[in-house]
């Protein structure tokens, strides 16, 4: 009975089902009839896991990129990719500039709407002139573990997300290029970038994410205006650069603490941030923050808005001071939640709880939480 459902549906249907398994399991159904043959030839969507393909073929590594290149020159070239997507984790990854250059220009030249790299932090493939960053079909664009050697231009008119983890540049230049070719950039994440020159560019000619929605941004090594970012609803950030301008849309802002960070940068985000309700400090092990005096402003967040206050790795009495400032002053706080460090010791806990507690709290249902 099962069968005969199975074989009621659309080979259109069949391929969107094949479509979200790794594309040599998606192969092995060829062998079940003649009407599932070329079947796995016409999957919207190709997703190659080294991983899981040795695992099954006890193959050599080889064989994986043969495979890849195989599947890719077997298709109808009228066929489109709407996403390509390469995971490579194994311990004996080998994968050449030229491999992976051909497969993203291949696939690019087919509709490609959604490319997703991931390699081991170990790799050396370098993403060499490739048409990706020219591909006017591109909405979703992820790559991690690769480095990006030269790009003629950048032009990516449909790209609405943007993940950049593990990625290395020639110069922070080539990043702010990238970015700036992103008109209608949704989402963008950008972790761990790093640089042959580290050289800084002129932010002058850096222009506006106006439809950004969501922004992580850590050691990245390049000043991002917050002017150009300033529309955002959700933010992430270890480092500023410039004058603080006023986050309309801002509902949620992570700030992670180091040597760019302090108190007085804290209070002048609450106080661009209107529609602020969660607000999370992670302090870095290294951080070592003076306590400082309780202003003599509310910022307007603070005192209508703001929900959820994190403080992560609490270390003592600069950070207590700061979560004090914000119980007598938020009166929608719901939750005030410290987060520890594993070593902290139990009767510290016990004593920052006791000390927390005792301090006065505008809204009547805040509770308090340790993490």
């Known amino acids: 009975m099962a069968d005969d459902i199975i074989s009621m549906l659309p080979d259109q249907v069949l391929c969107h089902i094949l479509s979200f398994l790794p594309i ?12 599932w043959t070329p079947l796995w030839l016409s999957v919207p969507s190709l997703y190659f896991d080294d991983r899981s393909y040795l695992l099954n073929n006890n193959k050599p590594y080889d064989c994986f990129n043969k495979f890849i290149y195989k599947t890719i020159v077997a298709r109808d070239a009228h066929l489109p990719i709407r996403m390509f997507r390469l995971k490579c984790r194994a311990s004996n990854f080998e994968l050449s500039d030229y491999d992976l250059n051909t497969w993203i220009n291949a696939a690019t030249q087919r509709g490609l709407e959604d490319l997703h790299i991931k390699l081991p932090i170990t790799s050396t493939t370098v993403l060499r002139m ?6 006017k079909t591109l909405v979703v664009l992820k790559l991690t573990g690769l480095d990006v050697n030269v790009f003629s231009f950048v032009d990516l008119p449909s790209l609405k997300t943007l993940h950049l983890s593990q990625v290395g540049f020639p110069k922070p230049q080539y990043l702010m290029e ?7 950039l949704e989402d963008m994440y950008l972790y761990n970038i790093t640089y042959v020159d580290t050289s800084t560019p002129s932010d002058k000619n850096f222009k506006s994410l106006s439809k950004l929605v969501r922004a992580f941004i850590y050691k990245i090594g390049l ?5 150009a970012i300033c529309s955002i609803q959700f933010l992430l950030i270890d480092k500023y ?3 603080i301008p006023v986050f309309p849309n801002l509902t949620r802002v992570d700030l992670i603490f180091g040597s760019d960070m302090s108190w007085h940068f804290v209070l002048s985000m609450l ?7 969660i607000l999370k400090l992670v302090m870095r092990k290294s951080s070592h923050v003076a306590v400082w005096a309780f202003p003599c402003f509310v910022p307007e967040c603070l005192s209508s808005q703001l ?9 003592g009495a600069s950070e207590l001071h700061f979560a004090k400032y914000i119980m007598e002053n938020s009166r929608a706080l719901l939750t005030m939640a410290i987060g520890t460090t594993s070593s902290s010791k139990l009767e510290d806990k016990f004593q920052q709880l006791k000390e927390l507690s005792s301090y006065p709290r505008t809204s009547p249902i805040c509770q308090l939480l340790f993490i």
């Open 307 to 315: 929900k959820t206050c994190f403080i992560m790795n609490y270390k």
């Open 271 to 277: 106080k661009k941030c209107p529609k602020l309700q």
């Open 24 to 35: 040599h399991i998606a192969a092995a159904t060829s062998i079940l009839s003649k009407r």
């Open 130 to 135: 490739s048409r990706v960053f020219s591909c």
């Open 223 to 227: 000043d991002i205006p917050l002017m």
């Open 178 to 184: 990238l970015l700036c070719g992103c008109p209608i």
């Open 241 to 243: 650069c410039d004058a």
